[in-house]
């Protein structure tokens, strides 16, 4: 069973910067796809960014595209995701995914993380 823990959020101002880090508590999941969503209250939960297993190939969502960055360390077992420039509409609970190939799509992932809270403020 993989179990994933996401860490690094926080209150920023908007303009700064935070970064998350996801690593799991069970076995390794350097074979895994990872992917990053978010969720603001009342809204749907959405797609952030995605890495393959061998973090060759990276896919972003239009809205963080040139401002959010996701890598993987397999050695360490842990993806991150930076996040500059940072806006207050990027307020919301982020989550990693694990599944068998990266997607932006949540039905694709078998694995999630209980998120951890991310506030920009203005």
């Known amino acids: 069973q993989v179990q994933l823990v996401e860490s690094g959020g926080g209150l920023v101002q908007a303009g700064g910067s935070l970064r998350l880090s996801c690593g799991p508590s069970g076995r390794a999941f350097s074979s895994y796809g990872m992917g990053w969503f978010r969720q603001a209250p009342g809204k749907e939960r959405e797609f952030v960014a995605s890495?393959?297993?061998?973090?060759?190939?990276?896919y972003y969502a239009d809205s963080v595209k040139g401002r959010f960055y996701i890598s993987r360390d397999n050695a360490k077992n842990t993806v991150y995701l930076q996040m500059n420039s940072l806006k207050p509409e990027d307020t919301a609970a982020y989550y990693c995914?694990?599944?068998?190939?990266?997607?932006?799509?949540?039905?694709?992932?078998?694995?999630w993380g209980q998120g951890t809270q991310v506030t920009v403020s203005s």
């Open positions: 995914a694990a599944g068998r190939v990266a997607s932006a799509i949540a039905t694709m992932y078998n694995y």
């Open positions: 890495i393959s297993w061998s973090g060759g190939s990276t």
